[in-house]
């Protein structure tokens, strides 16, 4: 038995879905907030329980008979997560599972200046110290590209703060990734990356895009707090901006430029580079 929670958010769900290609829905179960969101994988034969990080006794009926519990790490800023995230671990080691996998972040180091990082970080230590084998997940940066460098195909410019190198990663790869791990007869002890491979910067990308358009596409550094004020007036809240921002301080000190081949492995391809995912952007 596999149990996935947050299955019914974007990396839960991917993972769900890449699971059933797998396995038999018999062996997975879901643990979500909402039982009826996820009515169709209970048609599929999913087991699907009703609970919430916030809530130790139905996690651990959740988990209950899970050989494997996957962990999807949470989101809301005004939440205690490490709390909220030692209650998930606790529930696990209780329910008698064989190994947990959380969904950690690429770069998760000391001294990383990407607000979620010390979550991330926090939690793995609770990991380390709980009596369950684990694996956390340390997953590559898998926003939509569009977000990232902003509306350059209206404007012919990648106007951002000062980067550096990042393995821009596939969302629904990093879910097919996880899924052929949780499926598979490999494990991993401890943190491993899951990762496009190549990390690139806004140069690589903005050379990128002009070659797949025929246009110029210019690459713009503005100064952090330009930047910062010029989210503010297109409506995004500072607090938004500052924690992207912070993303691109990490960047740019090199946190996130490590690559590895364990996300082509479990694939048994290569993933997707930013060129496909750019003409992608551009052909839709």
């Given amino acids: 038995m596999i149990v996935v929670t947050g299955a019914t958010g974007g990396l839960g769900a ?6 059933l290609a797998r396995v038999p829905g018999d062996r997975i179960g879901v643990s979500v907030r909402d039982p009826a969101k996820a009515r169709h994988l209970a048609d599929r034969g999913v087991r699907v329980w009703q609970a919430s990080y916030e809530d130790p006794a139905a996690l651990r009926a959740s988990f209950a008979g899970a050989e494997q ?9 005004s939440a205690d997560l490490v709390a909220l995230h030692r209650n ?13 996998l959380y ?11 990407y607000t979620p990082t010390g979550i991330h970080i926090a939690t793995e ?12 997940l340390r997953n590559g940066a898998y926003g939509p590209l569009d977000q990232v460098l902003g509306p350059w195909q209206e404007t012919g410019r990648i106007a951002q703060p000062a980067d550096g190198p990042v393995p821009y990663t596939d969302r629904d ?34 050379a990128t895009a002009s070659q797949l358009t025929g246009r110029t596409i210019t690459r713009v550094v ?8 010029d989210q503010a007036a297109q409506g995004l809240p500072e607090q938004a901006a500052r924690l992207v921002l912070a993303f691109h301080r990490a960047a740019r000190a090199g946190y996130f430029a490590k690559t590895t081949p364990l996300m082509a492995e479990l694939l048994g391809r290569e993933p997707a580079g930013a060129a496909a995912r750019l003409a992608q952007d551009i052909t839709t």
């Fill in 125 to 136: 230590a609770v990991l380390s110290a709980s009596p369950v084998a684990w694996t956390a």
């Fill in 222 to 229: 503005v100064d952090d707090e330009q930047w910062v004020a």
């Fill in 103 to 113: 969904t950690s972040q690429h770069g998760a180091a000391p001294g990383n200046p």
């Fill in 88 to 100: 998930a671990v606790e529930a696990a080691v209780a329910a008698g599972a064989g190994r947990i």
């Fill in 173 to 206: 790869e990093v879910a097919e990734a996880t899924a052929a791990l949780l499926a598979g007869e490999r494990s991993f002890d401890g943190p491993v990356d899951l990762t496009a491979p190549r990390a690139l910067t806004f140069d690589d990308l903005a």
């Fill in 69 to 77: 519990v996957l962990l999807v790490s949470g989101n809301d800023p």
């Fill in 14 to 19: 991917a993972t769900v879905e890449h699971l």
